[in-house]
């Protein structure tokens, strides 16, 4: 269920049966030198529409763009600076507390996002409190990335091991080629070169700026064996971790 094909009876019509919606969020930046632009966001799409068809939940159109801005010394990268995301990210869920939605679930798929986002979050929740609020918010709201659901971390772990990486990584190509097969399909490609252990930074894309990044990363894979991909572990990896997210998403709506 789609929010955008939707109307607001119909929404309003939902509302009077279920209180939650999930909401993609990723990123348009590069995916080194065969995986698409859109990777991140694609992933979070394909896994939450997975979920919202097969459980009559609504999903609300997919944030594309994310903080990529250590991204932007490869063609194609589009980011937003983190300030711009919180507000968007604090905006749109203002609007659907707003609107009678009161489970928000944020379904990521970049690191880099993980920081803004929870600072929007906190944004809302900040201007409550503020206002001096008495009785608690009925609002909740949930962010969890796709990788964190727990059958599909160990589908990539079990297939990938220390090839998947942290960027680029197989998982998620593989993911992009079982949801958008006309337009990345099996590829060949050696294993990028492993930098020393004091020159690999990660840790929720903790990057420094874009020209250090790509020296360090010069085809712009952390790590990451993309070509191991396939379509069937990408198929298998949406359906473990749309299973996973029904589960998650029902312990979400059902706490107090």
Same mark, same amino acid.
């Given at each position: 269920?789609?929010?955008?094909?939707?109307?607001?009876?119909?929404?309003?019509?939902?509302?009077?049966?279920?209180?939650?919606?999930?909401?993609?969020?990723?990123?348009?930046?590069?995916?080194?030198?065969?995986?698409?632009?859109?990777?991140?966001?694609?992933?979070?799409?394909?896994?939450?529409?997975?979920?919202?068809?097969?459980?009559?939940?609504?999903?609300? %159109?997919?944030?594309?763009? /994310?903080?990529?801005?250590?991204? #932007?010394?490869?063609?194609?990268?589009?980011?937003?600076?983190?300030?711009?995301?919180?507000?968007?990210?604090?905006?749109?869920?203002?609007?659907?507390?707003?609107?009678?939605?009161?489970?928000?679930?944020?379904?990521?798929?970049? /690191?880099?996002? #993980?920081?803004?986002?929870?600072?929007?979050?906190?944004?809302?929740?900040?201007?409550?409190?503020?206002? /001096?609020?008495?009785?608690?918010?009925?609002?909740?709201?949930?962010?969890?990335?796709?990788?964190?659901? %727990?059958?599909?971390?160990?589908?990539?772990?079990?297939?990938?091991?220390?090839?998947? /990486?942290?960027?680029?990584?197989?998982?998620?190509?593989?993911?992009?080629?079982?949801?958008?097969?006309?337009?990345?399909? %099996?590829?060949?490609?050696?294993?990028?070169?492993?930098?020393?252990?004091?020159?690999?930074?990660?840790?929720?894309?903790?990057?420094?700026?874009?020209?250090?990044?790509?020296?360090?990363? %010069?085809?712009?894979?952390?790590?990451?064996?993309?070509?191991?991909?396939?379509?069937?572990?990408?198929?298998?990896?949406?359906?473990?971790?749309?299973?996973? #997210?029904?589960?998650?998403?029902?312990?979400?709506?059902?706490?107090?």
């Amino acid at each position: 269920m789609r929010l955008e094909l939707m109307t607001s009876p119909a929404v309003e019509a939902y509302l009077r049966t279920k209180p939650g919606i999930v909401i993609p969020v990723g990123a348009t930046e590069q995916h080194g030198p065969d995986g698409l632009i859109g990777t991140d966001h694609l992933c979070a799409e394909a896994i939450a529409r997975r979920f919202g068809e097969a459980h009559g939940v609504v999903v609300a %159109p997919t944030i594309a763009y /994310g903080m990529s801005q250590f991204h #932007l010394g490869f063609a194609g990268t589009i980011t937003l600076r983190p300030s711009t995301l919180i507000a968007m990210v604090h905006d749109i869920i203002a609007s659907l507390a707003a609107t009678g939605f009161t489970r928000l679930y944020i379904l990521n798929g970049h /690191g880099g996002n #993980l920081a803004p986002v929870r600072s929007a979050v906190q944004e809302f929740y900040a201007a409550l409190s503020l206002a /001096g609020g008495k009785v608690p918010s009925p609002v909740h709201c949930r962010l969890k990335s796709w990788w964190e659901m %727990p059958s599909a971390d160990a589908l990539r772990k079990t297939l990938y091991g220390e090839q998947e /990486g942290y960027h680029a990584t197989p998982s998620e190509v593989a993911i992009t080629m079982a949801s958008h097969p006309d337009h990345i399909t %099996p590829f060949e490609r050696p294993a990028p070169r492993q930098p020393s252990h004091d020159g690999l930074l990660h840790a929720g894309d903790n990057y420094y700026d874009a020209a250090d990044y790509k020296a360090r990363y %010069p085809d712009g894979r952390v790590i990451s064996h993309s070509a191991l991909a396939t379509c069937e572990a990408g198929e298998k990896l949406i359906g473990l971790a749309a299973d996973d #997210l029904a589960r998650d998403f029902a312990m979400f709506c059902a706490a107090t």
